[in-house]
Every structure is written in C-alpha cells, then in structure tokens.
C-alpha cells in the first residue's frame, strides 16, 4: 500500500537546540498531520496542514512548534528550541481528503532530548 | 474533550482463543469510529472504520459495531493468530469534516502465543 517515509529514524539533540522532523507523504494527498507518543502513553494530535496552511493545532503544538511543506517537498516539523519534555516519538501521517478519510502513517521518528 | 478508552494491556491469548478488546469513547460531535494496528516498527496503519451508529466494520476477521447508544466499539475476533500480534488502537475522528483530527485510545499490546 501507500508508504509514507520519515528522516530520521531516530535523533538525539541536546535541550536547546534545534531539530527538523522530516516527513515524505504519500504522493497524491493533501492532507499531513503530526501525532506525538511519549513512552507508554497515548499517542496525541499535535497539528494538520492543508494548502500550505496550519488548520488546527492542539496545546502540545507549542510556540517552539513549527510546520511547513515548502512546494511539495518534505512536510517537515520544526522544533525551536527543543526542551526534555519534546522526548517522544513523533509519527508523521497524511491522507488525501480530509475528515474521516483514512490516514497513512510513517514509522515515526524517536527524538530524544539530553 | 473528546477521549478514547480502551483495555488495558498487554493481552495475551493462544492461538485459536477468541478475543474482545473494548472500546469506549466520549464526544460531544457526530464521530466517525475507527481502529488502527500497529506492527513492530511501523507506523499505526486502518484496520477499518465505521462513520455511521449501529453500523459494523470489518477486516481480516475482526469486527466492531459502533454503538452509539453504550459509546462503545469493541474490536472482536473469533479466533486468532499468531500474525494478529501487534498494537491496538481504537480512535475517533469529530465532526469537523475539514480538519481530521484523530483522537487515539492509549493503545492495547496484544500477544499470541502459539
């Protein structure tokens, strides 16, 4: 089926600096979400994007939190500056219509903060 | 807010033994009902939805009827395999038809045994 990919895998970074989630979606969708799981808790909402715009982000969306698909390249989640509490996996997903339609996951990117 | 519950795991059965997973959830909208599953080292990927109350999903074996009345939509299988060993999750996606946002349960890990 529809594969979505997500660079890296995994990533250290030490508290304060930045890092740059990458995520390359199915080809046709339009559609792109970002969900965070903290270890052995539920995976939650962070935000969804459509036409190049945010349409709603929850409060773990914090202002450090940023966004963007620069002209159908990498739909990507920027962190600035990163903080202990951004220690998670972070799945990137995205769907062609929005709604109820089905969502296509990556395998997620594990980000631990030092 | 909206919420997912679900049992807690881990799970484990034998092969051939029958399984429920239940499933309850609170919103105030018009959900749409889903459950995802998850493989080691993959993202959650539909196992099947249901957008309408008192209507059945299914899929490779296992069923759920959305119950709108008991807010409930238990994953049943009558008989599983080794294969079925992964992560649950059930899920919810609000009324808001634009936005897509999916509300998870904390998951259920689920061992078979052969």
């Known amino acids: 089926g529809p594969k979505v990919l997500q660079i890296p895998s995994h990533q250290i970074i030490d508290m304060g600096q930045m890092v740059t989630l990458n995520c390359d979606p199915v080809s046709n969708h339009l559609y792109f979400y970002w969900y965070k799981q903290i270890l052995g808790q539920q995976m939650e909402f962070l935000v969804n994007?459509?036409?190049?715009?945010?349409?709603?982000k929850s409060k773990l969306f914090k202002d450090q939190f940023s966004v963007e698909r620069p002209d159908g390249s990498y739909f990507t989640l920027k962190i600035q500056p990163t903080a202990l509490e951004d220690s998670a996996v972070y799945f990137c997903?995205?769907?062609?219509?929005?709604?109820?339609?089905?969502?296509?996951f990556g395998p997620g990117t594990r980000l631990t903060v030092l | 807010g909206d919420s997912v519950t679900q049992t807690e795991g881990p799970v484990t059965l034998s092969e051939g033994t029958s399984l429920t997973v239940n499933c309850s959830y609170e919103t105030k909208q018009y959900p749409t009902l889903f459950w995802y599953v998850q493989y080691p080292g993959e993202g959650p990927q539909l196992l099947f939805k249901?957008?309408?109350?008192?209507e059945k999903g299914s899929n490779r074996g296992f069923e759920a009827t959305y119950n709108k009345e008991a807010t409930s939509f238990h994953l049943q299988k009558a008989s599983v395999q080794e294969s079925d060993s992964a992560v649950y999750y059930c899920a919810l996606s609000d009324g808001n038809y634009n936005q897509g946002k999916l509300i998870f349960g904390q998951g259920t890990k689920l061992s078979i045994k052969p």
């Open positions: 249901v957008p309408k109350a008192n």
């Open positions: 994007f459509y036409n190049g715009k945010v349409m709603e």
């Open positions: 997903a995205s769907s062609f219509w929005g709604g109820f339609a089905e969502q296509f």
